[in-house]
Nanobody
Framework: QVQLVESGGGLVQPGGSLRLSCAAS????????MGWYRQAPGKQRELVAT???????NYADSVKGRFTISRDGAKNTVFLQMNSLQPEDTAVYYC?????????WGQGTQVTVSS
């Protein structure tokens, strides 16, 4: 199994930045695909960004040019750098890992963008 622990959420003003972290319980070099998803109140969970073990990335159109996903193999951690945050980015952000054809989720971290 894979355990995922997110951190880095919080309250930020519009235009601000946050960096989310997702620490995995095993080597991320063995995890084909990791990503970030988010769920706003009353909405379905949606993809934000993903990264494969070959560092191939994919982004939702709504975050392209503002968010960057990256990995640190030495720390078994995936990051999501979020810049130019807007109120519509407010959501619970979840880390996801696809390992041996099974999907694993973290507990989520709240991001609130408000003045």
């Amino acid at each position: 199994q894979v355990q995922l622990v997110e951190s880095g959420g919080g309250l930020v003003q519009p235009g601000g930045s946050l960096r989310l972290s997702c620490a995995a319980s095993l080597s991320i070099a063995s995890i084909y695909n990791m990503g970030w998803y988010r769920q706003a109140p009353g909405k379905q969970r949606e993809l934000v960004a993903t990264i494969t073990w070959s560092d191939r990335t994919n982004y939702a159109d709504s975050v392209k040019g503002r968010f960057t996903i990256s990995r640190d193999g030495a720390k078994n951690t995936v990051f999501l750098q979020m810049n130019s945050l807007q109120p519509e980015d407010t959501a619970v952000y979840y880390c996801n890992a696809q390992w041996r054809a099974v999907g694993y989720w973290g507990q989520g971290t709240q991001v609130t963008v408000s003045s």
